[in-house]
């Protein structure tokens, strides 16, 4: 069963950082676009950042200039600096990876898979 686990989310006062991490668990060949998702309380869930497997990036208009999303293949990991936080970025931050190939005989794709969520949490 192959999963997503974020780490990194906390409380920080506005205008600080944090970054998160997301890891696939082992017998990940690999992932191919992968994405941060925030939820806040009473709000839909909405797209942050997504990154191909080759490193291009794209970005919700709400965090262009402050959050930067990045990954690393060999290590199945994805990563979101965030900077110049705002208590409107308070919200559960989710990751999410649309195919992964796992390892197996035979392997196989699975689709849409979510990490559990990471909270964050900005002060004013």
């Known amino acids: 069963q192959v999963q997503l686990v974020e780490s990194g989310g906390g409380l920080v006062q506005a205008g600080g950082s944090l970054r998160l991490s997301c890891a696939a668990s082992a017998s990940v060949i690999s992932i191919n676009d992968m994405g941060w998702y925030r939820q806040a309380p009473g709000k839909q869930r909405e797209l942050v950042a997504t990154?191909?497997?080759?490193?291009?990036?794209n970005y919700a208009g709400s965090v262009k200039g402050r959050f930067t999303i990045s990954r690393d293949n060999a290590k199945n990991t994805v990563y979101l600096q965030m900077n110049s936080l705002s208590p409107e970025d308070t919200a559960a931050y989710y990751c999410h990876a649309d195919r992964i190939l796992v390892a197996g005989s035979p392997a196989i794709y699975k689709y849409d898979v979510w990490g559990q969520g990471t909270q964050v949490t900005v002060s004013s």
């Open positions: 990154i191909s497997h080759g490193g291009s990036a």
